[in-house]
């Protein structure tokens, strides 16, 4: 489609931040709800955009992910926060899972300076930046890895996590939708993150505010499953209901 100015904007809006409220576009754009929402149909029936409950984001694949260093790239500052929430909050001498993930590879960076932790993990980039702090013993899962991201999968690495029970589990994720399910793309991805999830103490979930109502094929968990969930600006609705509903202490980093 031939797009006009304010639609142009409207595009750019959504791709500097990958999920937009209705309200924010017409405020941004000076212009009414009514004329965004005109813009925003006739956007996602060209296929450019991707409607959810209040707002819009850009189209995605339920079946496949972004790139890695897509997804490297994608709202850097906001994980950096996410990840310093979560040092800030896990003590010294503890014990971790740690799953896939370039908001979990974050986590590691931050928690170069913590003293004796015993981490169990299935990436190998987290592996790798954590082998900088002397005073973490690493243990690395077997299995299959997944060249695209370092990733170890497969019934190989499951068994492996089986045999811990670890003080807090770290998991990030691709999507939450508003049914509250937790979902990713790979499903040997998903074994691994189910068996963490079963032998973590206490389960957290590090997402972005991108991952709101963001769909994937695989379901992972549920909300209910999780103890607390960092992020980095409000949930959307309908999730904080959903939130309050499951107990799940909600935390946005500063």
């Known amino acids: 489609m031939n797009l006009n100015p304010r639609q142009t904007r409207l595009l750019e809006q959504v791709r500097a931040q990958d999920v937009v409220s209705i309200e924010h576009l017409a405020n941004t754009l000076s212009v009414t709800l ?43 500052q906001g994980k950096q926060r996410i990840a310093r929430a979560i040092a800030q909050a896990i003590p010294h001498h503890c014990s971790l899972l740690i799953n896939l993930g370039t908001t979990t590879e974050a986590i590691a960076r931050e928690l170069l300076g913590h003293q004796g932790l015993r981490v169990i993990t299935n990436n190998l980039n987290v592996a790798g930046i954590l082998a ?67 032998h973590s103490r206490e389960v957290w979930l590090a997402a972005d505010h991108g991952k709101f109502n963001r769909p994937a094929m695989v379901e992972l968990a549920r909300l209910e499953q999780i103890d607390r969930l960092y992020t980095d600006a409000p949930p959307p ?13 909600c935390v946005i980093a500063p």
């Not at 973490?136 to 045999?163: N, S, Y």
């Not at 609705?237 to 202490?249: H, K, M, V």
């Open 34 to 76: 009514q004329t965004i929402r005109r813009d925003v149909q006739l956007l996602a029936q060209a296929g450019l955009l991707a409607r959810y409950h209040g707002g819009v984001r850009l189209p995605t694949s339920t079946t496949e992910n972004l790139a890695y260093q897509q997804r490297q790239e994608l709202n850097a």
């Open 132 to 198: 900088g702090n002397t005073s973490c013993e690493v243990i690395v899962a077997g299995g299959v890895m997944r060249p695209v991201d370092r990733g170890i999968v497969g019934e190989t690495a499951v068994d492996f996590i089986r045999q811990f029970r670890v003080d807090i589990g770290l998991i990030g994720i691709s999507g939450i939708e508003a049914d509250g399910t937790l979902r990713d793309y790979d499903l040997r991805e998903v074994k691994v993150a189910q068996a963490l999830i079963e």
């Open 237 to 249: 609705e309908p999730f904080p209901a959903l939130l309050a509903e499951a107990g799940i202490d």
